[in-house]
């Protein structure tokens, strides 16, 4: 079974908004949701935003003060509010997460399959 599924994503105009979800399969004791990561078409995958357990949060420069990111523990679920959206937006956006219960280095991190972020002008 997929241990994350993201959602949310869509085709918006310059200056809209769009919420995403990443839901893990578990609880966070077993699946701790780290953040979002995006790529674009040729690009390297870059980090958009993370979030401890504690609640702190990071955001990368290009996207601070119009992203937000937060997290329900009892869902299990973390979420990107992103408002004032820019076309260079335009992405795949995936959430990653550390799998707690992991024997095996490769299966510490676990990626969801990512949701299409388009932004028009």
């Known amino acids: 079974q997929e241990q994350l599924v993201e959602s949310g994503g869509g085709l918006v105009q310059a200056g809209g908004s769009l919420r995403l979800s990443c839901a893990a399969s578990?609880?966070?004791?077993?699946?701790?949701?780290l953040g979002w990561y995006r790529q674009a078409p040729g690009n390297q995958r870059e980090l958009v935003a993370t979030?401890?357990?504690?609640?702190?949060?990071t955001y990368a420069d290009s996207v601070k003060g119009r992203f937000t990111i937060s997290r329900d523990k009892d869902k299990n679920a973390v979420y990107l509010q992103m408002n004032s959206l820019k076309v260079e937006d335009t992405a795949v956006y995936y959430c990653?997460?550390?799998?707690?219960?992991?024997?095996?280095?490769?299966?510490?991190?676990?990626w969801g399959q990512g949701t299409q972020v388009t932004v028009s002008s």
């Open positions: 979030i401890a357990t504690g609640g702190a949060t």
């Open positions: 990653k997460a550390r799998n707690r219960r992991a024997i095996r280095i490769r299966d510490l991190e676990v």
């Open positions: 578990g609880s966070i004791f077993d699946i701790n949701i």
